[in-house]
C-alpha cells in the first residue's frame, strides 16, 4: 500500500501561482511513477502532469505545458507540481496518484493509489 497526502490547495486569482504538495509513505517511494489529475465539477478526471520513476522523465497536458512544473523529491518522498499563470479553467481537485509502471503514465489506469484530492480556486 502507499499512502498520499496533498496539500497547498487554495483560493487564488488569475494570474496567479500555487504550489502543491504529495506526500508519500508505505512502500519505496523512488520506485513509482508519480501523476497529477484534476476533476472540475461534472466533468472526468483529467491527466495533468506525470513523473516517471525510471528517469525521472516528465510529461504534461497540452493545457499546462509551459505553466505547471512535476518535480519529485525521493529523499522527502514527496512530489510537487508547481503552478504559475493559473487561470479560472484551472480550478478543480487536483489529485496525486502513484504507479509502479513508467510508461503510459498519462492514463487514470495506470494508476494504483490516490490520494484525497486538494482544492484549487482560481478567480477572475
Known amino acids: 500500500q502507499v499512502q498520499l497526502v496533498e496539500s497547498g490547495g487554495g483560493l487564488v486569482q488569475a494570474g496567479g501561482s500555487l504550489r502543491l504538495s504529495c506526500a508519500a509513505s508505505?512502500?519505496?517511494?523512488?520506485?513509482?511513477?508519480m501523476g497529477w489529475f484534476r476533476q472540475a465539477p461534472g466533468k472526468e478526471r483529467d491527466f495533468v502532469a506525470a513523473?516517471?520513476?525510471?528517469?525521472?522523465?516528465?510529461i504534461y497536458a497540452d493545457s499546462v505545458k509551459g505553466r505547471f512544473t512535476i518535480s519529485r523529491d525521493n529523499a522527502r518522498e514527496t512530489v510537487y507540481l508547481q503552478m504559475n499563470s493559473l487561470k479560472p479553467d484551472d480550478t478543480a481537485v487536483y489529485y496525486c496518484?502513484?504507479?509502479?509502471?513508467?510508461?503510459?503514465?498519462?492514463?487514470?489506469?495506470?494508476?494504483?493509489?490516490w490520494g484525497q484530492g486538494t482544492q484549487v480556486t482560481v478567480s477572475s
Open positions: 508505505g512502500r519505496t517511494f523512488s520506485r513509482y511513477s
Open positions: 513523473i516517471s520513476w525510471i528517469n525521472g522523465r516528465t
Open positions: 496518484a502513484a504507479s509502479p509502471r513508467a510508461s503510459s503514465i498519462d492514463y487514470t489506469s495506470q494508476f494504483d493509489y
